[in-house]
């Protein structure tokens, strides 16, 4: 609002320090950057003005040095495919997960242990099973983070070398009952009488299964994920063949 | 014309003299000393319980090798970028390096060394976040920038040794004067923590399933098992309360942004955001995160009535202008 024609002009501001000055760029150019990684990392980065705040130069390493190169869309709870529980678990290889003694380790397992530690190994094997989809293409980015967990893991566990599977649970949320019910999905099957109705219930995902050889030229695991049910091949033996040492 | 330049001309200085008024304004430094003793401690909490897995992650034949940290997170020719002090430290100098480090987010903690404490138990901390990048979350995400704002104030010179050693010097008895770098330090802070909550406000509201529109969220986020430090599942048969909890998080988060920068709103803010976190920690079991989400919100407390009912020889600090009004 401009002032009236009378009313006498409001004293000019001192100047401010230089100091001052300094401080406003700096500090509108972190806003600036805090802003630009809010913005690339929210919704898992699929904004189409992320991608090119990606391109400024220097926002994303100066928040990324910060450890301020966040999203921040944190909901604490969900029930997509990402919100549930995801669990290592270190298997001897050609045993049925549920037999006894098949599994040789767990991450975050059942004994007690702080919380935040059990946070911690969730977050990883969250990561496992992240990096499984996002390298899916990609074999040796695939199973770069499985046989790191497993190198360490079977060393840790002082296995021998051989054949060993790791696998990433990722075990659904479960759900509250009633928050559901209007939710549920109904399919028609042909049954004696006629068509009759039947829940659906979405399976859970598969585990996501990576077999572990040890290369003993190298020195270390070589690891392959397992193909889906699909595109899996057989391997036949013709009958009398010698038996396979490994 | 001259109507509108005067307009103008107006604006940019009543733009100038608020801008000024916000950031510059000198503050004492208790509010910035309490933030400063509750990430301290939630610092010291996060390094020493990296300590039965320290190996495990930091080592070059750990979990998380360099090879694939680095490919994943360093790439190549990147200037500025997420970087780690322990990415060049050998293996034998870990524990050293871990000790070192909770020894000197202790000393932060308790107000020795100043700033110097502030930037390097943010940046050791802050190694250790980097280094480890596929176990961090929520929790670690929050404290890096508090520990980051913590650099810019003055927060050693209210409840710490120093302050309580300066008020029993009598040489010394001069509390250090308001600063604007508190002001700007509390600033960043609470634009930082608002920034947080409309965040995750849109993240719920924005959930798949819609599983805080239909109240299932907090359900969810309790439904770890092994996690929860208090057991809700007998809420199952009460569908209505864990709705009615759920959208009073929700609605926190969303109206918290705008309610804090109102100084009679404030209080109850304050009040229902502790409510929030609070449950939300005992609930889920992630404590450290609420803890952390609570200390920085306490960049909106005034420093006068804090240090009216927590009077105590370690806020060596005289009265100034408190901050947001």
Known sequence: MPPAKNSPAPPPAPPAPRWQSIATVLIILHLFCLAVAIVVNAGGGKSL???????????????QLLMMDFGYDFALGGAGPDDGIHRLRLLKSGVDADADGAVLGELPGESPMLRIRRQRY??????????????????????????AIAERWTRGLALPPGLYT?????????????????DISYAYVMREGGLQQQVVETPPP????VFLVW???????????????????LVVRPAGAPPFTN | MSNVTAYFRELNRSMGVGWNRFWFTPTAARTLGAIRIAAGLLAFYAVATYGPDLERF????????????????????????????????????????????????????????GRMAAVAAAVLTLSFFARAPLVIGEFEAILSFILVYLCVG?????????????????????????SPLNTIALRLLQIHVVAVHLMMGYAQLAAPESAWWSGEGMWLAAGRPGMPLVDVSGLEEHPRVVAAWSHAITLYLLAAPV?????????????????????????????????????????????????????SPLAGVRPASAVGR
């Open chain 1, 49 to 63: 003005v992320g991608r090119q705040l990606r391109l400024v130069p220097f926002a994303r390493g100066y928040t």
């Open chain 2, 154 to 178: 003055r927060s050693c010179d209210a409840y710490s040794v120093a302050a309580l050693l300066r008020r029993r010097a009598p040489a010394f008895s001069l509390p250090p004067p308001a």
């Open chain 1, 215 to 233: 290369d003993p030229v190298e020195g270390r695991y070589q690891g392959s994920r397992e193909a889906p049910l699909g595109q899996r091949a």
């Open chain 2, 259 to 311: 309610l804090l920068w109102n100084r009679r709103a404030r209080p109850l803010v304050l009040s229902w955001g502790a409510a929030v976190w609070l449950s939300v920690g005992l609930a889920t079991g992630w404590m450290p995160l609420a803890l952390a989400m609570l200390a920085a919100t306490a960049s909106f407390w005034e420093p006068e009535p804090l240090g009216q009912w927590a009077a």
């Open chain 1, 122 to 147: 969730q977050h990883l094997a969250y990561h496992a099973a992240f990096f499984d989809d996002m390298f899916a293409e990609n074999n040796d980015l695939r199973t770069q983070l499985p046989l």
């Open chain 1, 206 to 209: 598969d585990p996501i299964n």
């Open chain 1, 166 to 182: 790791l696998q990433c649970l990722r075990i659904p949320p479960r759900r509250l009952p009633k928050a559901i019910e209007a």
């Open chain 2, 58 to 113: 930091f080592a070059s034949d750990g979990m998380l090798p360099m090879s694939l940290v680095g490919s994943l997170y360093r790439p190549e020719g990147q200037v500025l970028g997420q970087h780690s002090l322990l990415d060049y430290l050998p293996d034998g100098l870990l524990r050293p390096t871990y000790y070192a480090s909770l020894a000197v987010t202790g000393l932060f903690t308790l107000g020795i060394g």
